[in-house]
């Protein structure tokens, strides 16, 4: 039986159902204290003064740290989204003569408690000079603007176009153009367990270990050490059991240098757990783009070329992630669909807010919003039906692969697919003929009933390399040490699966470990779908010497032809003659040291392999949602719900499945509800749960059809197999959006598509002033 | 920091400690007592993810001060299981039917699917998802959860 | 977020609870189900240094029906309301709102009495309390004073509870045969506050006719029943009627802004919510004096 391909329980599940997996909260160490951060309560300030002289003789407090307690504080590197002049940005982990977002960190206070701690924390003076604030893309990058970072003029540190074709000549040769403003609103990963990390400082040894890094351990080790100043060697991050990441969590913060830090500073091992109202404030941030968008079609709906400014709001500071989610959206704006013609300018902008990231489909949840919505909008102008003007337009199979074109960061190629197929089959799976007369009969009699699609291509498996190992152990099992990270998707299952079926032995006799640098040396982690892809690939290839290696041990014992022998059920197995065997644990004997050097053969059964690409494979699909607007109050039902997404290859569907069924939720939320909304002196307004609303069980759509599919395996890598993370999210907030213009017979241009919107967006209500920033 | 005797049931299990007046009872569960299954996620009682069942009934334990815990019966998610060795039937359906991807809201959701099915051992699928409409989940998007809680309703009713 | 320090009494009589928070006064704060307090004090934004936990005080937890008339301790838990069949059968729109608070396991810990003290301008029980005509009892060191819903609450939070009063028990009167009700709340989440809500009683005559009509909407402050009332009475229901009325009635009431809603949509909502409970409740009063049973 093969595993991959079947729907095998997770391994990890035993210990997190029986609540006895361990959260980097759940870690205790003797004398462990704890910390807390202060942190600016305003969004842009002069730091005048810190008195923390009260506050250090609060009984149970160890001690304070501000930015003169560290010199030399080195700015936090960009490791990916690399754009000329972000660098002038970055972020050093304690701000030093400004602050620049309500929540940029001050001091850390290390007490007994964190009960304690936070009483110390009210206790610090902190004198600060309030300086002009900007909350809003545009209005920062207007001359006169408070200027954030000294060296960069016009809080605008980077700007980069993209331009492919003539964009130009194309409008000369459109019949329609059409030009709309669209955004969507900043929103971001808010997993349910907070950020946290436990350092310990063995004096004695010079050995530094932290619990709690992952997404990029080892990334963030290197980071570390050049911060520390301690070499790589003398640093242990582990990996513990981590409650979802989604893009978020997992980069380096300024606390994964705080935290180690006071630890070593203070010789305590001291642990950090992020309260909630903290995370609202101080996790990266995401999704908030302005688009200023052209389109130049045919009477017929053929598009000629699409032109378009965007700004990128990230917030106070550069991050590690850099100008990712601008980059990203740049490179597939223009989605499954054939347009030669393509121009984007797009300004990163510097605004007094939370920081930005990434979040799962960085950029291209907003990009497929904004295009699908401008799809629909060309379609109703020209009286055509919106899937009919997808036809027109949509990538053919035999155009496959498809070169995107020059950009400046990257160069896509669209690897396999057959989207009008699939785009027919999604319709046909909910019927859309008879949605759509449903809707008008439902119109008829004053209901608003509506269908919308989002067509969306998916970037996932980004390399440029992962790291394996596979070892076969005394007792004759097989461990796989992977340098990939684990934020609760399930990776440790899928990665058994693959070896299993590379070496023939049960799951249950497969163990991964990933996330802890003392036992794998090399990984890039876990990120933007590139587990299964990169990490499952290195894992066969590495699985794949350790066969050779398990043949030839036993080939010598059996003295039987490696040819004529072969692996089950953790045995090696002579051909026609299965008597003639050796069990793992035989063959990990047979290469121990004082054996295999006499026979002249390396000693161990442990292979490593790396598995290298810099061509991503393209998953991609469909989003169909069907919707019920309430007329008088705004209130959205999502009747139905179609996603289909091929994914080449599916190693574990129930876990694919539950990948796109999460991200769909995310979606939702983006869709409907969740936003960070900052008042005009940049307080942020949704810092608990009754104001960052996250979709419960009830919000999610009556009927639900996932089709996930494996059409289209792509030749990129050993498996086959298309990153899955992402497709549940990518095209929901344009699908609902599709789906609400439709109901209402409105053209919906920005999210998210709140009750106030939709009533003002019909005509129902005028409001005088608005609260949010878009 | 004044401090209060506090006796208590937990999972079948008498504790008797002293613990700080304002110390929540999630945190006197989860760092006094070593009973780290129950979760923190917001402290402000709204992602259920430290719901533990009072008396039998889904409480927030972030909403309550470790000394009103006194002469309560309380059962958290490592009391759910039989034994080490058996499962209870929510966790095998969680288990079977993928209701789990980082487990963090888990512990919080078994709890009060076991308080649903008490009182209701036949939910509907609309009944399912309301009880557990006050515990966030940021990973699963709750299909799974609410076909497993149905699934283990079934079963415990077959037996 | 973790509390400031405080001290912390768990007294066993209505008497000892009185005595404390005459003692103490606004330094004192009660203890009921915490689901509304104790993230305000997580979060700091309140740090009472002396709490009365009112958890241990038995008399103050009942449920039972006097001569025609509900009566409810002051801590008896939101849970137990939504249970209880005598609550369904006779005053249903209370059974109805209860449903609407939060989530089960808030209703499992929140009372009856707390809610209606915090004094949440869009919270369900001091709506439904008011457009019941409930009466609230309160308990001082030297007096016990009965006042009626719509008098108790003043402003936003804000109760005529003094220093050292506690509210102990909540009267809800048998509402006249035949008697329609609704109880309609939209929110952007299950169980998240109103972002508008409605409730509404309608009593016909034998003739058809609106003889007794209640309506409150979320959102007003002080909380109170509107002057629907007036323009109703003695018509035929119909949807015209009802807009009319409602409208007339939030003329010149403010609406409250918030992140998840502007004035103008809470008002525009509250007015097509106002039209809807009383459309339902009329219907509701014409069905049950056709000799049905609800």
Redesign the interface.
């Known amino acids: 039986m093969a595993y991959i391909g079947s729907?095998v329980?997770?391994k990890?599940?035993?210990r997190?159902?029986?609540?006895?997996?361990?959260?980097v909260?759940?870690i205790?160490r003797v004398g462990m204290v704890h910390a807390a951060i202060l942190r600016s309560t305003y969004a842009h300030a002069r730091i005048v003064k810190i008195d923390t002289t009260a506050a250090t003789k609060l009984p149970g407090v160890i001690g304070i740290l501000t930015a003169a307690d560290i010199p030399g504080m080195k700015t936090i590197p960009m490791r990916t989204g690399h754009i000329d002049g972000l660098e002038r940005s970055q972020q050093t982990p304690l701000a030093t003569t400004a602050v620049r977002y309500v929540g940029d960190p001050v001091a850390v206070v290390v007490a007994e408690s964190?009960?304690l701690a936070?009483?110390a924390l009210?206790l610090i003076e902190v004198e600060y000079e309030a300086l002009g604030v900007v909350t809003d893309a545009h209005e920062s990058m207007r001359a006169g603007a408070p200027q954030l970072h000294e060296t960069v003029p016009n809080n605008t540190p980077a700007n980069f176009q993209v331009n492919v074709g003539d964009v130009d000549a194309a409008f000369r040769n459109s019949d329609l153009i059409l030009e709309e403003e669209f955004s969507t609103q900043r929103h971001a990963a808010?997993?349910?367990?907070?950020r946290g990390l436990v350092a310990e400082f063995d004096e004695g040894r010079g050995q530094l270990t932290v619990w709690g890094p992952t997404k990029m351990t080892h990334t963030n080790w290197s980071i570390l050490s050049d911060h520390l100043g301690l070499p790589q060697s003398s640093i242990h991050l582990i990996e513990p059991?981590?409650?979802?990441g989604?893009g978020a969590r997992g980069e380096f913060y300024p606390e994964d240098f705080l935290i180690p830090f006071a630890s070593i500073h203070f010789s305590r091992p001291i642990c950090w757990?992020e309260?909630?109202?903290e995370n609202l404030k101080a996790m990266n941030q995401s999704r908030q783009q302005k688009y200023q968008i052209k389109i130049g079609v045919k009477k017929d709906g053929t598009i000629m070329a699409l032109d378009a400014e965007m700004l990128f709001d990230m917030g106070g500071y550069t991050r590690t992630h850099g100008g990712t989610p601008a980059i990203s959206a740049s490179s597939i704006l223009r989605g499954p669909y054939r347009i030669k013609n393509y121009r984007l300018n797009v300004f990163c902008v510097l605004t007094n807010k939370t920081p930005v990231g990434t979040y799962r489909s960085p950029g291209r949840y907003e990009a497929n919003f904004v295009r699908e919505r401008l799809l629909d909008t060309v379609a109703h102008r020209l009286e055509l039906d919106p899937a009919d003007l997808r036809r027109r337009n949509m990538i053919r199979h035999d155009e496959m692969p498809y070169d995107l074109g020059k950009h400046p960061f990257n160069s896509w190629v669209l690897d396999t697919g057959d989207y009008p197929a699939q785009f027919e089959n999604a319709l046909a799976r909910i019927n859309y003929e008879k949605l759509k007369s449903d809707s008008a009969a439902a119109k008829k009699e004053g209901r608003a009933l509506g269908v919308g699609i989002g067509c969306f291509v998916e970037s996932s498996g980004i390399g440029p390399w992962e790291y394996a190992r596979v070892e076969v152990d005394n007792t004759g099992q097989v461990i796989l040490y992977s340098g990939c990270n684990s934020?609760?998707?399930?990776i440790a299952t899928a990665l058994s699966q693959i070896v299993a079926d590379e070496l023939q032995v049960s799951i249950d006799d497969v163990r991964v470990i990933h996330g802890d640098t003392a036992k794998v040396p090399y990984g890039n982690g876990s990120n933007a779908s590139r587990s299964v892809v990169m990490a499952g690939s290195a894992a066969v290839g590495a699985s794949r010497k350790v066969k050779e290696k398990l043949l030839q041990l036993a080939s010598a014992a059996l003295e039987i032809e490696p040819g004529d022998l072969f692996l089950r059920d953790g045995r090696v197995v002579a051909r026609g003659v299965p008597e003639r065997t050796q069990g793992f644990a035989d063959l990990a004997r047979l290469a121990l040291p004082g054996t295999a050097l006499k026979q002249g053969v390396t000693p161990g059964i442990s292979e490593e392999d790396f598995f290298a690409s810099d061509k991503r494979p393209f998953p991609y699909g469909v989003h169909i949602a069907v919707v019920e607007v309430?007329r008088?109050?705004?209130?959205v039902k999502i009747l139905d719900y179609l996603v289909t997404e091929d994914v080449g290859r599916k190693i574990n569907p129930?876990?694919v499945?539950?990948q796109v069924?999460?991200?769909?939720?995310?979606g939702i939320g983006g869709a409907?509800?969740e936003?960070f909304?900052y008042d005009n002196d940049g307080q942020p307004?949704?810092t608990?749960?009754?104001?960052y609303?996250?979709?419960?069980?009830?919000?999610?759509p009556k009927t639900?059809q996932l089709i996930s599919t494996e059409d289209f395996p792509t030749p990129l890598n050993p498996l086959g197999v298309k990153g899955a993370g992402e497709g549940?999210i990518s095209a929901a907030g344009a699908a609902l959006a599709n789906a609400v213009s439709n109901a209402l017979g409105v053209e919906v241009t920005k999210l998210p598509l709140?009750?106030?919107y939709l009533?003002e967006l019909i005509g129902?209500?005028?409001?005088?002033?608005?609260?949010?920033n878009a | 920091m004044s401090t209060r005797q506090v006796r208590l049931t937990i999972n079948g299990r008498e504790y008797s400690r002293e613990v700080e007046i304002r110390k929540l009872l999630t945190d006197f569960l989860r760092d006094d007592l070593g009973l780290t299954g129950t979760h923190v996620g917001c402290e402000h009682g709204v992602c259920g993810a430290c719901t533990i069942l009072w008396n039998g009934e889904a409480v927030r334990s972030c909403l309550v001060f470790a000394v009103q815990a006194n002469g309560a019966n309380l059962k958290t998610v490592e009391g759910l299981a039989p034994s080490a060795t058996e499962l209870h039937p929510l966790q095998k359906k969680f288990w079977e039917l993928h209701g789990l991807q980082c487990g963090f809201c888990t512990p919080g959701i078994l709890l009060t699917a076991e308080a649903l099915l008490k009182e209701n051992p036949d939910p509907s699928e609309e009944e399912i998802r309301e009880s557990i409409s006050g515990n966030l989940c940021r990973c699963t998007g709750y299909q799974n959860i609410v076909t497993a809680i149905r699934e283990a309703a079934k079963a415990m009713a077959a037996k | 977020m973790k509390p400031a320090n405080f001290q912390y009494y768990d007294p066993t009589t209505i008497e000892e609870v009185v005595d404390l928070l005459s003692q103490f006064g606004d330094q004192a704060r009660p203890l009921a189900g915490g689901q509304s307090l104790v993230p305000l004090m997580n979060f700091r934004l309140l740090r009472p240094a002396h709490l009365v936990d009112l958890n241990g005080v038995r008399d103050l937890s009942y449920l039972r029906v006097e001569n025609g008339e509900l009566r409810i301790g002051a801590m008896t838990r939101q849970r137990q309301l939504e249970r209880s069949t005598d609550v369904a059968n006779d005053w249903p729109l209370l059974r109805e709102a209860t449903g609407y608070i939060g989530h089960m396991q808030i209703r499992n810990r929140g009372t009856v009495g707390g809610s209606l003290a915090h004094a949440f301008p869009s919270a369900e029980l001091p709506m439904a309390m008011v457009t019941l005509g409930a009466s609230l009892v309160l308990s001082g060191k030297a007096r016990q004073r009965t006042v009626s819903a719509e008098d108790f609450f003043l402003s936003y939070m804000t109760t005529v509870l003094e220093p050292g009063e506690l509210l102990t028990e909540i009267r809800v009167p048998m509402l006249p045969a035949n008697t329609g009700w609704s109880y309609q709340e939209v929110s952007r989440r299950h169980g998240d506050f109103a972002l508008a809500g409605s409730a509404a009683l309608v009593r016909l005559d034998p003739h058809g006719n609106i003889d007794h009509a209640r309506l409150t909407v979320t959102g007003v402050t002080p909380i109170q029943v509107m002057s629907a009332e007036e323009i109703v009475t003695g018509q035929k229901p119909s949807e015209a009627l009802f807009r009319d009325a409602v409208r007339k009635a939030m003329e010149g009431l403010e609406q409250d802004a918030d992140i998840h809603a502007s004035a103008e949509y809470r008002r525009s909502a509250c007015e097509a919510l106002g039209e809807r409970t009383l459309r339902e409740a009329a219907e509701r009063a014409a069905e049950s004096s056709k000799g049905r049973t609800q």
């Open positions: 729907r329980k997770r990890e599940d035993l997190l159902l029986r609540g006895t997996g361990k959260y909260a759940d205790h964190r009960y936070e009483d009210e808010v997993p349910l367990e907070t059991d981590v409650g979802g989604f757990i309260d909630r109202s934020l609760g998707q399930g309430d008088a109050t705004g209130i129930m876990i499945e539950g069924m999460g991200g769909l939720a995310q409907l509800l936003e909304v307004q949704a608990s749960f009754m104001d609303l996250i979709p419960t069980a009830m919000e999610m639900i549940g709140k009750p106030d009533l129902r209500i005028k409001v005088e002033s608005h609260q949010e």
